[in-house]
């Protein structure tokens, strides 16, 4: 099994930022009953204002494999696509368990 972790800072103002994330979250946790590797999706909205960045999820498939099949899904590249212009910078881990 592979989970793969990844974290967003977005830009903006709060709100716009606030708006964008949920946006993003709600897309995403559509994406296990559309994309067949996928076997779990969480995601969150970080509530710390003293911290930088502003979404995290972790999904988790079953191959290193599978984490090229939902990257490439469509309907992962239309949740991604909400993240335009307002992404400033992304981290990622991926690590098999």
Known sequence: ??????MFKLTGTADERRAVAE??????????????????????????PAED?????TAVVPTMA????????????????LLKGHREARACVDYEF
């Open 23 to 48: 946006a993003f979250r709600d897309a995403l946790m559509a994406l296990p009953a559309k994309i067949e590797p996928l076997q779990s999706m969480e995601v969150a909205i970080n509530e710390n």
């Open 66 to 81: 599978d984490v090229d099949v939902y990257a490439k899904h469509p309907a992962h590249v239309a949740a991604a696509g």
């Open 53 to 57: 960045w502003d979404v995290v999820l």
């Open 1 to 6: 099994m592979v989970k793969h972790i990844v």
